[in-house]
């Protein structure tokens, strides 16, 4: 019986190591995360996760999550102090995420580095409405009528979603104004100047389209050099 049971303690502990070990085969560039808390709400589900002994959070469309489960993903973007207007909570640092899923990921997709979180389009910010400035365009204007607007300076006003400094010599701004043309509601813009996630700003830049930075990370339409109008 004593051997019985000390075979069945040495199962039982091989079987928990395999569990939380990082699978063979899965893909270098990505995150085994296991979820710790869950938040639902109308668009999103938000879970703290851990991740090799480091805890943030994380949020994806919503989807029926299981707290202590295992998942995957390997795209996804960071947003810093994101407010959740739902939740009436921010969030100092929370990854939206593309591809969470239980099953491991063994396949390389190709992303933008760390640095490049800029380049990724960050979800649209529920609740966000900015009156376009006189003069200007509004975000769903540029998109539509971006082949018109290239090469051309451009004056817009929205919300700043996310600010990323220092990129390859250049600050990154993400803007919403509240209005899309189809998926397309988030604008990239570099600057040298600095903004506060939040604010309501005035931006000046001229338009590029099909931006190649390298390394396949291409902006279909980028508003570059743009200066903040007081």
Not at 46 to 51: D, F, K, M
Not at 120 to 132: F, H, L, R, T, Y
Not at 173 to 189: F, P
Request: aromatic share 10%.
């Amino acid at each position: 019986m004593i051997y019985i049971m000390m075979g069945m303690f040495v199962m039982l502990a091989i079987s928990c190591g395999t569990g939380n070990k990082r699978p063979e085969n899965l893909a270098p560039n990505a995150h085994m995360v296991k979820v710790e808390e869950i938040i639902q709400t109308s668009m999103y589900t938000y879970a703290r996760v851990t991740e090799e002994g480091n805890e943030y959070w994380v949020a994806i469309n919503k989807a029926d999550l299981k707290e202590g489960a295992t998942y995957y993903w390997s795209q996804g973007g960071e947003m810093t102090n994101f407010t959740s207007k739902e939740l009436k909570r921010t969030f100092k640092s929370i990854f939206f995420i593309q591809d969470f899923t239980d099953q491991p990921i063994t396949k390389p997709v190709q992303t933008a580095p760390q640095s490049m979180a800029g380049k990724q389009q960050v979800p649209e910010v529920a609740g966000i409405s900015v009156q376009k400035v006189e003069g200007g365009i509004t975000v769903a204007e540029l998109y539509a009528g971006k082949s018109s607007y290239a090469g051309k300076s451009v004056t817009i006003r929205g919300q700043v979603v996310k600010f990323s400094p220092a990129i390859m010599n250049k600050n990154w701004i993400h803007l919403q104004d509240g209005t899309k043309d189809g998926n397309n509601c988030d604008l990239t813009i570099t600057t040298a100047d600095t903004v506060k996630v939040g604010a309501v700003v005035i931006l000046q830049g001229k338009v590029s389209l099909d931006k190649d930075f390298g390394a396949g990370y291409i902006y279909p339409v980028i508003i570059e050099d743009a200066i903040v109008k007081k």
